[in-house]
């Protein structure tokens, strides 16, 4: 099965304004780093609340400065339909947001609890680690995805990042319509869709979205899936 990158449209005669919001309430807690990074969230959270752009237009999925690596801002009516696919554990919570002065109540934060570290094919990537000058420090190869999480969090606090020539991603074996990848040195952090899915929100006109192809959006990143 094949997947895309979940992005968000830039055409006006779409959504008006890029980004539809630039401005919340209450938006520093949601920003709390590493909240929501690895795992569901437990804790009672201080809700933002997104204002949208007067000249924005209305989309299924917004485009906010909610950290859309870690959360979708999505309405009533993609939420119920997008729940039906086949998707790990999630959260939502219900959204106030002002639009040109009122509020709208058709808004939720949504949230895909666990990443797919599984794509990710340590046996044919070659790893970098990089110090914050850029300058090469090693090169390695990691067993799984719990070595690689591990230095990625210690290396990160250093200033230093792990970065690759080549990353494999493997969806031959994956069979859920939506996922998530984060902590890759890559513009490909965030939302990924499957085919299925893809063509799902396509025919039942859900807007707001820009799917891109994977390998198009970062040129280092091979995908691999069934032949």
């Not at 949601?30 to 933002?48: H, R, V, W």
């Not at 990353?167 to 984060?182: A, C, E, G, M």
Request: net charge negative; with cysteine; aromatic share 14%.
């Amino acid at each position: 099965m094949k997947y895309f990158f979940l992005g968000y449209s830039i055409n006006k005669k779409d959504v008006g304004v890029f980004p539809q919001c630039i401005d919340s309430k209450n938006l520093p807690p949601i920003q709390e780093f590493g909240l929501g990074f690895y795992e569901k969230i437990d804790k009672e959270l201080i809700l933002p609340e997104p204002i949208i752009r007067n000249s924005a237009i209305l989309t299924n999925i917004l485009s906010t400065v909610i950290d859309s690596s870690i959360f979708l801002v999505t309405d009533d009516d993609l939420l119920n339909f997008m729940v039906n696919f086949n998707i790990n554990y999630y959260q939502t919570w219900k959204l106030k947001t002002v639009y040109k002065g009122k509020a709208i109540d058709k808004y939720n934060l949504f949230h895909l609890s666990v990443p797919s570290w599984e794509i990710i094919n340590f046996e044919k990537t070659i790893f970098k680690v990089k110090d914050i000058n850029s300058n090469i420090l090693k090169e390695k190869k990691y067993q799984n995805s719990k070595e690689y999480q591990d230095e990625w969090k210690k290396l990160i606090w250093e200033g230093s990042v792990i970065t690759f020539d080549v990353l494999y991603l493997d969806f031959s074996k994956l069979n859920k319509d939506l996922i998530r990848i984060i902590d890759i040195d890559s513009v490909g952090i965030g939302y990924y869709v499957s085919e299925k899915l893809k063509t799902a929100i396509e025919k039942e006109g859900f807007t707001g979205f820009a799917f891109q192809e994977i390998e198009e959006m970062d040129d280092r990143i091979k995908c691999i899936y069934q032949s």
